[in-house]
């Protein structure tokens, strides 16, 4: 089974605190995503990465940075959190082959206070 | 680019019953489709997925079906039980890297 693991459930932070998210897959997976899912608007692509040290912008970049330094693990930085940051993190991963799907791991709900 | 939209963001069904959830998407060129479950609290889970040369897809209890002329995709579920409730989105793609979302419907089955 595909394993995608993030390292919280649940965060709370304050205005200005730089953030890290990580996100561990263990099935060898080339591509890896981040995204913040709120209500009325879907998932939304924040950022993603198709290899060890490539990344690439997805729609919605702003306030937000990332860093894959190793294959399994993705990590999403937000440098000086906001309170419009407050969502719902999901991280997904896929093999980088034709019709492969993405996992995705359970969530981190971040609340910036 | 690409817009992915669900057609009900509510549905409720007895149990028992089939369930029939659609979606739509925007761009021709998206050749790769897949239906996700996500349950509360938790993140989304892979039911069944659909490429473009295929205009139907079986799996355990689901049915996908697609149908590229109006660019409209719909997950069926049989015999829907407890269990199935969840909010369930669509997802398209042509390239692999970026994948489209549609917002969700939110299943509810009565006992």
């Known amino acids: 089974d595909v394993k995608v693991t993030q390292s919280s459930r649940y965060l709370v932070k304050r205005t200005g605190e730089k953030v890290f998210l990580e996100c561990v897959q263990d099935m060898d997976h080339e591509n890896m995503f981040w995204y913040r899912q709120d209500p009325g608007l879907g998932l939304r692509l924040i950022y993603f990465s198709y290899d060890v040290k490539m990344k690439e912008k997805g729609d919605i970049p702003e306030g937000y940075s990332v860093s894959r330094e190793k294959k399994e693990r993705f990590s999403l930085i937000l440098e000086s959190a906001s309170t419009n940051q407050t969502s719902m993190y999901l991280c997904?991963?896929?093999?980088?082959?034709?019709?492969?799907?993405?996992?995705f791991g359970p969530g981190t709900r971040l609340l910036v206070l | 680019g690409e817009s992915v939209g669900l057609h009900l963001p509510t549905l409720s069904v007895q149990e028992g019953d089939n369930s029939i959830i659609n979606c739509a998407y925007s761009?021709?060129?998206?050749?790769?489709f897949i239906w996700y479950k996500q349950e509360s609290g938790k993140g989304p889970q892979f039911i069944i997925d659909i490429r473009s040369n295929m205009d139907k897809r079986q799996g355990q209890r689901v049915t996908v079906l697609l149908n590229k002329t109006v660019k409209h995709l719909s997950l069926q579920i049989a015999a829907t039980q407890p269990g199935d409730s969840a909010v369930y989105f669509c997802?398209?793609?042509?390239?692999?890297?970026?994948?489209?979302f549609g917002t969700g419907t939110s299943l509810t089955v009565i006992p």
């Open positions: 997904a991963s896929r093999k980088r082959a034709l019709g492969e799907t993405q996992y």
């Open positions: 997802a398209a793609t042509n390239t692999g890297n970026q994948f489209y």
């Open positions: 761009n021709s060129a998206s050749d790769y």
